[in-house]
């Protein structure tokens, strides 16, 4: 184990703690995104609402 | 057509000066407004949705030859997707109360938005000169009761627009409608149409005893009002304390002072929301760090340097 690493302030081992996450697991992100995305239009889709027809009549008659 | 397809058809008569039957009160000053928006200059008029006319009539009012017509623009409309949905609430008595609910499924725009409300009368019988006989007409116009911008904009918002009005003794208040659209006045483009007699409104859809238009939780029984965070959204219906979950506060933990602790530990919640995407509402307003509307590792470095700055522990 590193002895340096616990010499660093908390600030310093957080910004490690940060580039050591995002270098794992950077790359695991998109096919999630892109599969959650695909299911995400899906569901908007079938979800929305349907429109009524409005009609308005300018006249003396209808 | 009306009687055909009742559920999904909605239509509004403003009568045209000039051709007002005896005595009647038809005529008001909201039809040259309502017609100079499409450019009416003769009758009669259709206009569909806002976007598409027909000009033009026959004879006594022999409709029947414009069935054809009609119907396939109705056809070619009905259905459509729309991001609104609109709900019409309220309270009938000597005087009227109303509370119209836009709600958004999806996401779009609120440039040129309006919500439109008006007041129309069904089935009035009289006698028409133009065509020389009795006639039943549907929808007249007889109020625009309000004309407002629509702020909402994204999938799950919703607003609400409140108003009243006095009876009048000429009208007959078992056919009295009101009538609610939002239209774009730009393109004119009318994206959802709802109508409820005034009878048939309900003034207290979760039946806690606060009407409508004073309940902070219109459509979840709440009685006591109960309102922590003081933003006018009951405790009952807002699932984000915001006295706790301010932004950053990822676990919505706090100090010994009760106010929100923001540490490392909401650094690490907020990495693990991102690779799991399994975050619940009030995390999900709390995320989006730096304010650009995506989350991501953009807001954790935010985050970061939030706590690094000693805005909180």
């Not at chain 2, 509004?12 to 009160?25: F, L, Q, R, V």
């Not at chain 2, 056919?175 to 409104?201: D, G, R, W």
Request: charged share 20%; net charge negative; glycine share 6%.
């Amino acid at each position: 184990m590193n002895k340096k690493y616990f010499l660093l302030s908390d600030k310093t081992r957080i910004i490690v703690l940060l580039l050591a996450f995002s270098q794992l697991f950077g790359q695991k992100l998109e096919p999630i995104d892109i599969g959650l995305m695909q299911v995400r239009e899906i569901v908007e889709v079938a979800s929305r609402s349907s429109q009524k027809v409005f009609v308005e009549d300018f006249t003396g008659l209808l | 057509m009306l009687e055909d397809y009742p559920e999904t058809l909605i239509n509004i008569e403003w009568h045209s000066p000039g051709y007002t039957p005896g005595n009647s009160d038809f005529d008001i000053p909201e039809y040259s407004t309502r017609g100079n928006l499409y450019g009416v200059n003769g009758t009669p008029h259709t206009q569909w949705n806002g976007v598409q006319e027909t000009i033009g009539g026959y004879p006594n009012g022999d409709w029947e030859a414009w069935i054809g017509t009609f119907t396939s623009i109705y056809n070619s409309m009905v259905g459509d997707n729309t991001p609104y949905d609109i709900q019409i609430n309220g309270a009938a008595g000597n005087s009227v109360t109303y509370d119209v609910i836009i709600s958004m499924d999806a996401d779009m725009s609120n440039s040129n938005q309006k919500v439109d409300i008006f007041l129309v009368e069904d089935n009035i019988w009289s006698y028409w000169s133009g065509a020389g006989s009795y006639h039943n007409a549907h929808n007249v116009a007889r109020d625009w009761l309000l004309s407002e911008n629509l702020s909402i904009s994204e999938a799950g918002d919703s607003e609400a627009f409140y108003g009243s009005f006095e009876l009048s003794d000429n009208w007959n208040s078992d056919s009295l409608k009101i009538i609610a659209i939002v239209q774009n006045y730009s393109t004119k483009q009318i994206y959802q149409v709802s109508e409820v007699n005034i009878n048939e409104m309900n003034p207290d859809i979760d039946d806690d005893g606060i009407l409508n238009n004073s309940d902070n939780c219109i459509e979840l029984w709440n009685p006591e009002q109960e309102d922590t965070d003081d933003d006018l959204l009951g405790d009952a219906c807002d699932p984000c304390n915001n006295i706790i979950y301010v932004l950053g506060n990822m676990n919505g933990d706090v100090n010994m002072d009760g106010s929100p602790k923001i540490d490392v530990f909401d650094v690490i919640k907020l990495i693990n929301f991102i690779q799991t995407e399994q975050f619940t509402l009030c995390q999900n307003e709390v995320m989006n760090v730096n304010n650009d509307d995506i989350v991501n590792i953009m807001d954790v470095i935010d985050l970061i340097q939030l706590i690094l700055n000693g805005n909180n522990e």
